[in-house]
């Protein structure tokens, strides 16, 4: 049996990626309910928001799910806290290393598996015991490393003896079977799920990833060393033609902070981030998050299916 399905006892090995603003508990209790695993971004919301999103969830679900703990956020120590205390059992986190808080989430039974965007990190965070790893390629939204799912993947599998999950640039069911030939176990999606019948996020938004094209999920503040994937809007150039003229880091810092806020909640896609990756150009229409997990699963079987045909050709 799939390692991953195993360990947390999901029917899929599919995650719904954490979007800060944007994950609660109705998208993830819907993904978990579609046999995946939904999970609650905590991004940068106190403890407090975050405990009634657990509690939410639970009534919603009898499935596992989990949150997702940005470590970057003020709030980071407290939400560490109410996730033992909400019993959640599955964590996730993103932007940073989770070593202090993982001795004691283990001893509550929680199974933590940290984002990474490197080899070197997914490495330290085994030798450190974490459960698993996901691995996040540059394709993905929101703040993003350097390499590719294409590369990054094959190279943690071999570094590292847990499960890897990839992320970014997952769009469909053939990204799912490419994401398994190179090594993983599973995937995890958020752009896709943007869309989703059961995402809160503003209607604005899932216009504007649904009108997306190829070219339109940028990357914007790469001489900060904090790099961020959002759909090409005013706020995008401006932020461009700032950094292209030297801006200091504060400059660039004061366009950037609460954009993502204003463009999920407040419906600003014009001046607010509209962090995305860069399959929102394969994304075109609003589905149910039960109907997109089943079409990955339709395509992935397909692929499956006909891949004797592909690599019948002379071998010696
Ligand atoms: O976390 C993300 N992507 C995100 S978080 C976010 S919300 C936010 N809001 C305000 C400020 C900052 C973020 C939007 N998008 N992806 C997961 C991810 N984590 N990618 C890369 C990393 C990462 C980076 C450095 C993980 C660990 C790490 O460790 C550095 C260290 O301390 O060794």
């Not at 964590?91 to 965007?117: C, D, F, M, S």
């Not at 570094?159 to 599973?186: S, T």
């Not at 014009?270 to 039960?290: F, H, N, R, Y």
Request: charge should be neutral; charged fraction near 20%; proline fraction near 3%.
């Amino acid at each position: 049996m799939n390692s991953i399905c195993k360990m947390l006892n999901i029917k899929y090995p599919i995650f719904q990626g954490a979007m800060a603003w944007i994950a609660d508990a109705d998208l993830a209790s819907a993904v978990s309910n579609a046999g995946g695993l939904g999970i609650i971004a905590a991004g940068n919301a106190p403890g407090d928001w975050v405990r009634e999103q657990i509690r939410k969830c639970k009534k919603q679900t009898d499935k596992p799910f989990g949150v997702n703990i940005m470590l970057l956020s003020p709030f980071a120590d407290e939400v560490a806290r109410v996730v033992i205390e909400e019993k959640v059992s599955i964590l996730t986190t993103g932007a940073g290393n989770p070593g202090k808080y993982l001795k004691e989430w283990q001893e509550n039974g929680i199974k933590v598996i940290p984002l990474v965007p490197s080899v070197a990190l997914a490495k330290r965070m085994e030798k450190l015991g974490v459960d698993a790893v996901v691995v996040e390629g540059t394709e993905a939204g929101g703040h993003i490393g350097e390499l590719t799912t294409m590369v990054l993947v094959p190279q943690v599998v071999d570094a590292v003896n847990i499960p890897v999950i990839a992320a970014g640039g997952i769009g469909d069911g053939r990204g799912f079977a490419a994401a398994l030939m190179l090594g993983a176990v599973g995937i995890q999606v958020a752009t896709r799920f943007l869309v989703a019948k059961e995402c809160n996020v503003h209607q604005n938004y899932k216009d504007k990833i649904i009108k997306a094209t190829d070219t339109d999920a940028v990357a914007t503040g790469r001489s900060t060393g904090h790099p961020v994937r959002s759909l090409k809007n005013k706020m995008t150039r401006e932020f461009q033609k700032l950094e292209k003229n030297g801006a200091t880091l504060e400059e660039l810092e004061i366009i950037g902070s609460g954009a993502l806020r204003n463009a999920a909640v407040e419906g600003d896609v014009t001046s607010g981030s509209v962090m995305s990756g860069q399959i929102a150009g394969m994304i075109t229409k609003e589905q149910s998050a039960k109907e997109i997990i089943n079409d990955y699963l339709t395509e992935l079987s397909t692929i499956i299916n006909n891949s004797k045909e592909l690599v019948d050709f002379e071998t010696n």
